[in-house]
């Protein structure tokens, strides 16, 4: 079975890894796009905590995190040790007493199907900040110790370099699609024609531009969102949890004193991949407000990544309809470290006609077609 993956963020690159791992000949073809999301992504594995009530989301978002340890010792056992994820925690601030036992509770439901949340301890104002020096002072925390942060740039690295090892080739530019009554055949590459069993698109917020040849539309809008990298002095960040405040911002440590805070949720700014004054401005505000311990950090980077999401914010997967020889996946939003992994592998079972694990009809890739 021949298969070429158009699209290698945490998605495609999940796929390439998981099909060729089982034996299939794979053909990966990523432009690398200024703004690719898994380029930009945070990095938080956490999706116990969400009020999101949409339960097909959340059956991709919680299979996603308990995939997570399985997928990082397959990796390993490819030789691929720096996947920069680490189960490092998360705690979930709040100033307000009620709002942190109603967080304990939502978490304790959560638990019942979801053991890999960990445990789930109460914590006062000072253990809360024990955990996260730069802190403000009072706040309280729910602490999950199963949650994990994960860099997207080393996991979708070491997804390639794993694939790679099973045999997969990787190429860099654009691909289009070859595509002869209704059927897809293969992809055009550097002016060259190459035919497959199946093209699997996986092209994050760009994905209506191939698809769009094909006569039909494809429903993906992007976010923007601007995210910055700092440097704390004098402090060993490896091990601090993410802290979850209560508002749209995270806060997040990685080694050699790496702090990530972010990140913007721009609606209308197109494929725009400046850095503004206006977004490191709000980043900033809010970050220093929660932990003002931040503003003796370098700054080091602003990145800026684009979040695809399809209608209702529901992922999509599955056979593009009206066609042939194709599968789409598109949509993973603001959560598709979390999911990419997962989805991944549903895809990779998908085309290779695998039982899934997953619900298909409830991502129907038709919801997201317009003719
Ligand atoms: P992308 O990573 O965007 O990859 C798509 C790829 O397809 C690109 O490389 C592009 O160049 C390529 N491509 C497109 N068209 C073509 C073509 N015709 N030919 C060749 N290549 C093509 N998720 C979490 O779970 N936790 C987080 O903490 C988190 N934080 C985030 C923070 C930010 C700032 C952003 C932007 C996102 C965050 N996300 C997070 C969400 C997550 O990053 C995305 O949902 C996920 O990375 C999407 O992956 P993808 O593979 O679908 O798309």
């Known amino acids: 079975e021949k298969i070429i993956i158009v699209g290698a963020g945490i998605l495609g690159a999940s796929t390439a890894y998981h099909l060729a791992k089982a034996g299939a000949e794979v053909v990966i073809i990523d432009r690398n796009d200024d703004g690719q999301a ?12 969400s009020q999101r009530r949409n339960k ?3 059956n991709l978002a919680k299979g996603g995190a308990k995939y997570y340890p399985t997928l990082i010792a397959n990796l390993e056992e490819d030789g691929e040790k720096n996947t920069g994820y680490a189960k490092v925690g998360a705690i979930s601030i709040h100033t307000d007493e009620e709002k942190i036992y109603a967080m304990e509770k939502r978490a304790l439901k959560r638990k ?20 996260f020096p730069p802190l403000a002072d009072g706040y309280k925390s729910v602490h999950v110790s199963g949650a994990a942060r994960v860099n997207g740039r ?9 694939a790679r090892k099973h045999g997969a080739k990787v190429f860099s530019g654009n691909a289009s699609l070859l595509c002869k009554e209704n059927k897809v055949t293969g992809v055009i590459f550097n002016d060259k024609k190459i035919t497959a069993n199946k093209v699997i698109v996986t092209a994050g917020a760009w994905a209506n531009q191939i698809i769009e040849p094909l006569g039909i539309q494809f429903q993906v809008t992007s976010q923007k969102a601007q995210i910055m990298h700092l440097q704390i002095p004098d402090e ?11 508002s749209d911002q995270y806060i997040l440590s990685f080694e050699d004193q790496r702090i990530v805070i972010g990140a913007t949720h721009e609606n209308y700014a197109g494929f725009d991949t400046r850095v503004t004054a206006g977004g490191c401005h709000e980043i900033l505000n809010k970050a220093l407000q929660i932990a003002p311990g931040l503003s003796v950090c370098t700054i080091l980077e602003t990145r800026v990544g684009f979040r695809p999401f399809t209608p209702d914010f529901l992922p999509v997967i599955g056979p593009l309809p009206g066609f042939s020889g194709i599968l789409v996946a598109n949509g993973l939003g603001a959560s598709g ?5 997962f989805i991944g ?3 990779a079972k998908l085309a290779l006609n695998k039982e899934l694990d997953i619900e298909l009809s409830h991502y129907d890739v038709a919801s997201a077609v317009c003719n």
């Open 38 to 49: 898994t380029n930009a992504a945070a990095g938080i594995v956490c999706p116990w905590l």
């Open 56 to 58: 097909a989301w959340y």
């Open 112 to 131: 019942l199907d979801a053991p890999e949340i960990g445990e789930i301890t109460v914590l006062n104002t000072e253990q809360t900040k024990a955990l």
């Open 154 to 162: 080393a996991l979708r690295s070491s997804l390639l370099n794993g």
């Open 236 to 246: 060993s960040t490896g091990k601090w949890p993410v802290v979850i405040p209560p």
């Open 337 to 341: 470290l979390t999911m990419g992994p």
């Open 345 to 347: 592998l549903q895809l």
